[in-house]
Protein backbone atom coordinates (compact mmCIF):
# COMPACT_ATOMS: atom_id res chain seq x y z
CA UNK A 1 0.00 0.00 0.00
CA UNK A 2 2.91 2.63 0.74
CA UNK A 3 4.25 1.45 -2.83
CA UNK A 4 0.65 2.73 -4.30
CA UNK A 5 1.13 6.15 -2.31
CA UNK A 6 4.67 6.77 -3.57
CA UNK A 7 3.68 6.72 -6.57
CA UNK A 8 1.08 9.71 -6.46
CA UNK A 9 3.87 11.58 -4.50
CA UNK A 10 6.70 10.85 -7.15
CA UNK A 11 6.25 14.41 -8.99
CA UNK A 12 6.51 16.35 -5.69
CA UNK A 13 9.06 14.09 -4.00
CA UNK A 14 11.57 14.41 -7.37
CA UNK A 15 11.09 18.12 -8.14
CA UNK A 16 11.33 18.99 -4.02
CA UNK A 17 14.87 16.55 -4.21
CA UNK A 18 15.67 18.46 -7.04
CA UNK A 19 16.15 21.77 -4.93
CA UNK A 20 17.39 20.34 -1.86
CA UNK A 21 14.03 20.89 0.20
CA UNK A 22 13.11 17.07 0.30
CA UNK A 23 13.85 16.36 4.14
CA UNK A 24 15.66 12.78 3.06
CA UNK A 25 18.54 13.45 5.02
CA UNK A 26 21.51 16.51 5.42
CA UNK A 27 23.65 14.67 2.15
CA UNK A 28 26.73 16.80 1.03
CA UNK A 29 25.17 17.23 -2.48
CA UNK A 30 21.83 18.91 -0.96
CA UNK A 31 24.04 21.17 1.60
CA UNK A 32 25.12 22.23 -1.98
CA UNK A 33 22.14 22.86 -3.48
CA UNK A 34 21.09 25.08 -0.49
CA UNK A 35 24.26 26.94 -0.77
CA UNK A 36 23.85 27.49 -4.42
CA UNK A 37 20.30 28.45 -4.66
CA UNK A 38 20.37 30.63 -1.11
CA UNK A 39 23.47 32.51 -2.90
CA UNK A 40 22.34 32.90 -5.83
CA UNK A 41 18.35 34.11 -4.50
CA UNK A 42 20.40 36.97 -2.50
CA UNK A 43 22.46 38.35 -5.19
CA UNK A 44 19.59 38.50 -7.51
CA UNK A 45 17.73 40.56 -4.66
CA UNK A 46 20.62 42.55 -3.80
CA UNK A 47 20.74 43.52 -7.23
CA UNK A 48 17.26 44.52 -7.92
CA UNK A 49 17.32 46.58 -4.96
CA UNK A 50 20.97 48.45 -6.29
CA UNK A 51 19.02 49.10 -9.29
CA UNK A 52 16.21 50.59 -7.45
CA UNK A 53 17.68 52.75 -5.55
CA UNK A 54 20.48 53.80 -7.86
CA UNK A 55 19.31 54.10 -11.59
CA UNK A 56 17.21 56.94 -12.09
CA UNK A 57 13.65 55.15 -14.00
CA UNK A 58 10.18 56.74 -14.90
CA UNK A 59 7.16 55.64 -13.22
CA UNK A 60 7.38 52.63 -15.61
CA UNK A 61 10.72 51.98 -15.12
CA UNK A 62 9.76 51.82 -11.51
CA UNK A 63 6.57 49.48 -11.78
CA UNK A 64 8.78 46.85 -14.03
CA UNK A 65 11.30 46.54 -11.64
CA UNK A 66 8.97 46.20 -8.57
CA UNK A 67 7.06 43.34 -10.51
CA UNK A 68 10.19 40.93 -10.44
CA UNK A 69 11.29 41.96 -6.83
CA UNK A 70 7.71 41.32 -5.64
CA UNK A 71 7.78 37.55 -7.31
CA UNK A 72 11.43 36.88 -6.20
CA UNK A 73 10.93 37.83 -2.42
CA UNK A 74 8.33 35.12 -2.82
CA UNK A 75 10.23 32.73 -4.28
CA UNK A 76 12.74 33.29 -1.45
CA UNK A 77 10.20 33.29 1.62
CA UNK A 78 8.48 30.07 0.01
CA UNK A 79 12.25 28.61 -0.30
CA UNK A 80 13.37 29.74 2.87
CA UNK A 81 10.10 28.34 4.72
CA UNK A 82 9.80 25.15 3.52
CA UNK A 83 13.83 24.92 4.40
CA UNK A 84 13.30 25.77 8.07
CA UNK A 85 10.15 23.35 8.33
CA UNK A 86 11.51 20.48 7.01
CA UNK A 87 11.20 18.37 10.12
CA UNK A 88 7.20 19.26 10.10
CA UNK A 89 6.70 17.78 5.86
CA UNK A 90 8.87 14.69 7.18
CA UNK A 91 6.28 14.41 10.28
CA UNK A 92 3.20 15.18 8.10
CA UNK A 93 4.81 12.33 5.30
CA UNK A 94 5.16 9.89 8.23
CA UNK A 95 1.62 10.45 9.05
CA UNK A 96 0.04 10.20 5.82
CA UNK A 97 1.97 6.72 5.34
CA UNK A 98 0.17 5.45 8.52
CA UNK A 99 -3.30 7.01 6.91
CA UNK A 100 -2.18 4.48 3.89
CA UNK A 101 -1.62 1.92 6.08
CA UNK A 102 -5.03 1.82 8.72
CA UNK A 103 -7.32 1.82 5.85
CA UNK A 104 -10.15 -0.99 6.35
CA UNK A 105 -11.75 -1.97 2.94
CA UNK A 106 -11.57 -1.67 -0.50
CA UNK A 107 -14.03 1.35 -0.11
CA UNK A 108 -11.80 3.82 1.87
CA UNK A 109 -8.65 2.58 -0.53
CA UNK A 110 -10.43 3.72 -3.40
CA UNK A 111 -11.59 6.95 -1.58
CA UNK A 112 -7.63 7.85 -0.69
CA UNK A 113 -6.31 6.33 -4.49
CA UNK A 114 -8.99 9.04 -5.82
CA UNK A 115 -7.32 12.09 -4.39
CA UNK A 116 -4.22 11.27 -4.25
CA UNK A 117 -4.80 10.80 -8.00
CA UNK A 118 -6.49 13.94 -8.62
CA UNK A 119 -3.95 15.72 -6.27
CA UNK A 120 -0.77 14.21 -8.31
CA UNK A 121 -2.71 15.91 -11.58
CA UNK A 122 -3.37 19.01 -10.21
CA UNK A 123 0.02 19.71 -9.67
CA UNK A 124 1.33 18.25 -12.68
CA UNK A 125 -1.63 21.02 -14.46
CA UNK A 126 -0.02 23.38 -12.04
CA UNK A 127 3.76 22.89 -13.12
CA UNK A 128 2.83 23.41 -16.76
CA UNK A 129 0.90 26.54 -16.08
CA UNK A 130 4.03 27.70 -14.38
CA UNK A 131 6.96 26.52 -16.37
CA UNK A 132 5.34 26.92 -19.77
CA UNK A 133 5.26 31.14 -19.16
CA UNK A 134 9.00 30.58 -17.54
CA UNK A 135 10.27 28.83 -20.55
CA UNK A 136 8.67 31.65 -22.96
CA UNK A 137 10.08 34.22 -20.61
CA UNK A 138 13.96 32.27 -20.73
CA UNK A 139 13.93 32.24 -24.36
CA UNK A 140 12.45 35.92 -25.22
CA UNK A 141 16.30 36.76 -23.72
CA UNK A 142 17.52 35.53 -26.50
CA UNK A 143 14.89 36.57 -29.16
CA UNK A 144 17.92 38.53 -30.71
CA UNK A 145 19.87 35.66 -31.88
CA UNK A 146 16.77 33.51 -32.82
CA UNK A 147 15.75 36.07 -35.15
CA UNK A 148 19.27 36.76 -36.59
CA UNK A 149 19.51 33.39 -37.64
CA UNK A 150 16.14 33.03 -38.91
CA UNK A 151 15.90 36.60 -40.80
CA UNK A 152 19.22 37.94 -40.82
CA UNK A 153 19.96 41.69 -41.42
CA UNK A 154 22.98 43.49 -41.88
CA UNK A 155 23.51 44.43 -37.95
CA UNK A 156 22.64 42.48 -35.40
CA UNK A 157 19.76 42.96 -33.52
CA UNK A 158 19.95 44.60 -29.63
CA UNK A 159 19.79 41.73 -27.12
CA UNK A 160 16.51 41.90 -25.18
CA UNK A 161 16.74 42.53 -21.35
CA UNK A 162 13.01 41.86 -19.83
CA UNK A 163 13.71 43.64 -16.78
CA UNK A 164 15.66 46.45 -16.17
CA UNK A 165 18.32 45.36 -13.94
CA UNK A 166 21.97 46.93 -13.94
CA UNK A 167 25.02 44.68 -13.25
CA UNK A 168 28.83 45.75 -12.60
CA UNK A 169 30.53 45.51 -16.15
CA UNK A 170 29.94 45.92 -19.57
CA UNK A 171 25.88 44.19 -20.09
CA UNK A 172 26.42 44.00 -23.82
CA UNK A 173 29.61 42.40 -23.55
CA UNK A 174 28.45 39.66 -20.34
CA UNK A 175 25.38 39.39 -21.87
CA UNK A 176 25.32 35.60 -21.89
CA UNK A 177 26.64 35.17 -17.98
CA UNK A 178 23.87 37.39 -16.91
CA UNK A 179 21.01 35.83 -19.03
CA UNK A 180 22.17 32.35 -17.91
CA UNK A 181 22.24 33.56 -14.29
CA UNK A 182 18.86 35.84 -14.36
CA UNK A 183 17.12 32.50 -16.33
CA UNK A 184 18.66 30.18 -13.81
CA UNK A 185 17.63 32.18 -10.55
CA UNK A 186 13.83 32.86 -12.17
CA UNK A 187 13.69 28.95 -13.17
CA UNK A 188 14.82 27.70 -9.59
CA UNK A 189 12.26 30.23 -7.74
CA UNK A 190 9.30 28.98 -10.22
CA UNK A 191 10.65 25.10 -9.27
CA UNK A 192 10.61 26.27 -6.01
CA UNK A 193 6.97 27.30 -6.21
CA UNK A 194 5.72 24.20 -8.19
CA UNK A 195 7.13 21.78 -6.06
CA UNK A 196 5.97 23.25 -2.69
CA UNK A 197 2.66 23.54 -4.33
CA UNK A 198 2.64 19.95 -5.55
CA UNK A 199 3.10 18.45 -1.96
CA UNK A 200 0.99 20.94 -0.69
CA UNK A 201 -1.88 20.07 -3.13
CA UNK A 202 -1.03 16.53 -2.44
CA UNK A 203 -1.54 17.64 1.45
CA UNK A 204 -4.92 19.01 0.76
CA UNK A 205 -6.48 16.22 -1.26
CA UNK A 206 -5.54 13.50 1.56
CA UNK A 207 -7.35 15.83 3.93
CA UNK A 208 -10.46 15.47 1.68
CA UNK A 209 -9.91 12.03 1.39
CA UNK A 210 -9.65 11.24 5.02
CA UNK A 211 -12.91 13.83 5.70
CA UNK A 212 -14.60 11.95 3.06
CA UNK A 213 -14.07 8.47 4.93
CA UNK A 214 -14.76 9.84 8.39
CA UNK A 215 -18.55 10.78 6.03
CA UNK A 216 -18.17 7.05 5.14
CA UNK A 217 -17.56 5.57 8.36
CA UNK A 218 -20.53 7.72 10.09
CA UNK A 219 -22.88 6.44 7.58
CA UNK A 220 -22.02 2.63 8.05
CA UNK A 221 -22.00 3.18 11.55
CA UNK A 222 -25.73 5.09 11.63
CA UNK A 223 -26.47 2.18 9.25
CA UNK A 224 -25.20 -0.56 11.40
CA UNK A 225 -27.08 1.29 14.50
CA UNK A 226 -30.77 1.84 13.04
CA UNK A 227 -31.04 -1.49 10.86
CA UNK A 228 -28.70 -4.50 12.62
CA UNK A 229 -30.08 -6.24 16.22
CA UNK A 230 -29.23 -5.11 19.83
CA UNK A 231 -25.73 -6.78 19.78
CA UNK A 232 -24.67 -5.10 16.31
CA UNK A 233 -26.28 -1.56 17.68
CA UNK A 234 -24.15 -2.07 21.40
CA UNK A 235 -20.73 -3.05 19.31
CA UNK A 236 -20.52 -2.55 15.83
CA UNK A 237 -22.11 0.55 14.78
CA UNK A 238 -20.22 2.48 18.03
CA UNK A 239 -17.10 1.04 17.48
CA UNK A 240 -17.55 2.28 13.63
CA UNK A 241 -18.15 5.40 15.25
CA UNK A 242 -15.53 5.73 17.55
CA UNK A 243 -13.07 4.85 14.48
CA UNK A 244 -14.48 7.20 12.58
CA UNK A 245 -14.08 9.68 15.54
CA UNK A 246 -10.36 8.71 15.80
CA UNK A 247 -10.31 9.04 12.10
CA UNK A 248 -11.41 12.91 12.42
CA UNK A 249 -9.41 13.37 15.53
CA UNK A 250 -6.35 12.61 13.16
CA UNK A 251 -7.42 15.08 10.23
CA UNK A 252 -8.30 18.39 12.67
CA UNK A 253 -4.54 17.45 14.29
CA UNK A 254 -3.22 17.29 10.74
CA UNK A 255 -4.66 20.20 9.14
CA UNK A 256 -3.16 22.14 12.11
CA UNK A 257 0.21 21.04 11.43
CA UNK A 258 -0.33 21.98 7.97
CA UNK A 259 -1.64 25.71 9.34
CA UNK A 260 1.69 25.97 11.32
CA UNK A 261 4.06 24.82 8.47
CA UNK A 262 2.11 26.67 5.66
CA UNK A 263 0.62 29.97 7.36
CA UNK A 264 3.73 32.04 6.97
CA UNK A 265 4.66 31.09 3.50
CA UNK A 266 1.40 31.37 2.27
CA UNK A 267 0.82 34.66 4.23
CA UNK A 268 4.13 36.83 2.81
CA UNK A 269 3.42 35.12 -0.66
CA UNK A 270 -0.20 36.79 0.09
CA UNK A 271 1.27 40.17 0.48
CA UNK A 272 3.90 39.53 -2.47
CA UNK A 273 1.01 38.33 -4.74
CA UNK A 274 -1.13 41.16 -4.62
CA UNK A 275 1.37 43.45 -4.99
CA UNK A 276 2.71 41.88 -8.06
CA UNK A 277 -1.08 41.52 -9.29
CA UNK A 278 -1.61 45.38 -8.91
CA UNK A 279 1.80 46.14 -10.22
CA UNK A 280 1.23 43.79 -13.39
CA UNK A 281 -1.97 45.29 -14.14
CA UNK A 282 -0.46 49.21 -14.09
CA UNK A 283 2.48 47.83 -16.16
CA UNK A 284 0.09 46.41 -18.69
CA UNK A 285 -2.23 49.24 -18.87
CA UNK A 286 1.09 51.37 -19.20
CA UNK A 287 1.73 48.73 -22.18
CA UNK A 288 -1.36 50.02 -23.69
CA UNK A 289 -1.27 53.39 -23.53
CA UNK A 290 2.06 53.39 -25.58
CA UNK A 291 3.95 54.36 -22.65
CA UNK A 292 5.84 50.87 -22.19
CA UNK A 293 6.52 48.54 -25.56
CA UNK A 294 6.48 45.24 -23.58
CA UNK A 295 3.05 43.32 -22.98
CA UNK A 296 3.82 39.88 -22.60
CA UNK A 297 5.76 39.61 -19.49
CA UNK A 298 2.68 41.54 -17.38
CA UNK A 299 0.41 39.77 -19.36
CA UNK A 300 1.54 36.27 -18.46
CA UNK A 301 2.34 37.45 -14.99
CA UNK A 302 -1.11 38.55 -14.44
CA UNK A 303 -2.85 35.49 -15.93
CA UNK A 304 -0.68 33.02 -13.95
CA UNK A 305 -1.18 34.98 -10.86
CA UNK A 306 -4.51 34.80 -11.36
CA UNK A 307 -4.76 31.33 -11.97
CA UNK A 308 -2.41 30.74 -8.72
CA UNK A 309 -4.78 32.70 -6.53
CA UNK A 310 -7.64 30.72 -7.75
CA UNK A 311 -6.38 27.45 -7.74
CA UNK A 312 -5.06 27.76 -3.93
CA UNK A 313 -8.49 29.24 -2.39
CA UNK A 314 -10.59 26.61 -4.33
CA UNK A 315 -8.49 23.57 -2.97
CA UNK A 316 -8.61 24.91 0.51
CA UNK A 317 -12.66 25.81 -0.26
CA UNK A 318 -13.02 21.82 -1.14
CA UNK A 319 -11.54 21.09 2.09
CA UNK A 320 -14.22 23.16 3.50
CA UNK A 321 -16.48 21.63 1.67
CA UNK A 322 -15.64 18.22 2.82
CA UNK A 323 -16.11 19.29 6.55
CA UNK A 324 -19.24 20.73 5.61
CA UNK A 325 -20.22 17.38 4.00
CA UNK A 326 -19.57 15.57 7.27
CA UNK A 327 -22.10 17.86 8.92
CA UNK A 328 -24.46 17.34 6.28
CA UNK A 329 -23.87 13.57 6.14
CA UNK A 330 -25.04 13.27 9.84
CA UNK A 331 -28.01 15.75 9.48
CA UNK A 332 -29.87 14.01 6.88
CA UNK A 333 -28.93 10.44 8.45
CA UNK A 334 -31.33 8.55 10.89
CA UNK A 335 -29.25 9.46 14.25
CA UNK A 336 -31.97 10.00 16.40
CA UNK A 337 -32.54 5.94 16.00
CA UNK A 338 -29.16 5.19 17.46
CA UNK A 339 -28.77 5.13 20.85
CA UNK A 340 -28.15 7.97 23.72
CA UNK A 341 -24.74 7.36 23.73
CA UNK A 342 -23.99 7.11 20.33
CA UNK A 343 -26.16 9.89 20.09
CA UNK A 344 -23.63 12.11 22.38
CA UNK A 345 -20.87 11.00 20.20
CA UNK A 346 -22.45 12.24 16.79
CA UNK A 347 -23.26 15.71 18.67
CA UNK A 348 -19.76 16.32 19.32
CA UNK A 349 -18.76 15.42 15.53
CA UNK A 350 -21.08 18.15 14.59
CA UNK A 351 -19.65 20.72 17.16
CA UNK A 352 -16.24 20.03 15.84
CA UNK A 353 -17.45 20.76 11.94
CA UNK A 354 -19.08 23.62 13.19
CA UNK A 355 -15.92 25.14 14.41
CA UNK A 356 -14.77 26.20 10.70
CA UNK A 357 -11.37 26.52 11.82
CA UNK A 358 -9.39 25.17 9.15
CA UNK A 359 -6.40 27.41 7.77
CA UNK A 360 -6.41 30.26 8.75
CA UNK A 361 -3.55 32.26 7.66
CA UNK A 362 -2.21 34.18 11.06
CA UNK A 363 -5.87 34.67 11.53
CA UNK A 364 -5.85 37.44 8.86
CA UNK A 365 -7.23 36.19 5.80
CA UNK A 366 -9.58 32.55 5.41
CA UNK A 367 -8.59 30.87 2.32
CA UNK A 368 -12.32 30.65 -0.28
CA UNK A 369 -13.83 31.49 -3.02
CA UNK A 370 -14.55 34.89 -1.15
CA UNK A 371 -11.04 35.14 0.10
CA UNK A 372 -10.66 34.72 -3.85
CA UNK A 373 -12.49 37.88 -4.91
CA UNK A 374 -11.25 39.34 -1.82
CA UNK A 375 -7.71 39.21 -2.87
CA UNK A 376 -8.56 40.24 -6.40
CA UNK A 377 -10.64 43.60 -5.45
CA UNK A 378 -8.22 44.41 -2.90
CA UNK A 379 -5.43 44.12 -6.17
CA UNK A 380 -7.74 45.78 -8.34
CA UNK A 381 -7.94 48.65 -5.79
CA UNK A 382 -4.17 49.36 -5.55
CA UNK A 383 -4.06 49.25 -9.42
CA UNK A 384 -6.83 52.18 -9.48
CA UNK A 385 -4.63 53.87 -6.81
CA UNK A 386 -1.71 54.03 -8.75
CA UNK A 387 -3.04 54.70 -12.27
CA UNK A 388 -5.14 58.10 -10.65
CA UNK A 389 -1.47 59.43 -9.36
CA UNK A 390 0.64 58.74 -12.15
Not at 176 to 196: E, K, L, N, Q, R
Request: with cysteine.
Amino acid sequence: MDRVKSDYYKFSTAVLSGIGLWPNGNTNIQRFQIFVIIIAFSVFLIIQFISMATQHYTVSGYISCVSPLSLSLGFFFKYLTFLIKSETIWKMSRDISYDWVTVENDEEVRILTKYAYRGDRFGKMFAYIVWIPVFIGMTSHFSAEILDFLFPLNASRPHNYPFPLEYPGDREKYFYPYAIYVDFTFFVGCTTFVGTEALSTMYMHHVISLLKIVSYRIENAISDSTNGSQKCLADKGKEGLIKAIVLHTRVIKFTKLMEEHLSVSYTLLLICGVIALSVNLFWLSQSISGVDDQMLIPSTCILTIFIYMFYMNYLIQDVNDGRDDIFTALYNSEWYRTPVTMQKLLLFIMLKTLKGEIFNLLVVFTPSFEGFATLVNTSVSYFMVMYSIQ
